[in-house]
């Protein structure tokens, strides 16, 4: 799993990962449903620390957020995605990382 406690970071890094944390919420599908419309949700694979993410895309880290959109670990949210997650009522780890809310379903977490 990507962490990022295997990171070092700056004082500012750790800052805004305190932001970040403490603007992350758990939501349920149906109210991340008008930012799907928008086109501007992320998911996050579970093997992912979504804040580690969120702090990348927030430095515009090309390098691992390509990497990680390449191997499918960060995807944009589908229309099928949506609507299983609309059926099955599915509760999600949610952050934002302007321009972008990226979510990730709790059950793809061990510790959810």
Sequence with gaps: M?????VIM????????AK??????????????????R???IKVAGELDLLAVA?????????SVENWLNTGLVAPVSTD?????HAQQSWFWAVVA???VLIQEVAARLDA
């Design 10 to 17: 700056s004082e500012a890094d750790e800052l805004l990962l």
């Design 20 to 37: 970040l944390n403490a603007e992350t919420g758990k939501l349920p599908w149906k109210e991340l449903e008008r930012h799907f419309a």
């Design 81 to 85: 995605d949506a609507t299983a997650w």
């Design 2 to 6: 990507f962490s990022i406690n295997s």
């Design 39 to 41: 086109g501007v949700v």
């Design 55 to 63: 702090l990348a895309m927030s430095h515009d880290d090309k390098i």
């Design 98 to 100: 302007a321009p972008w």
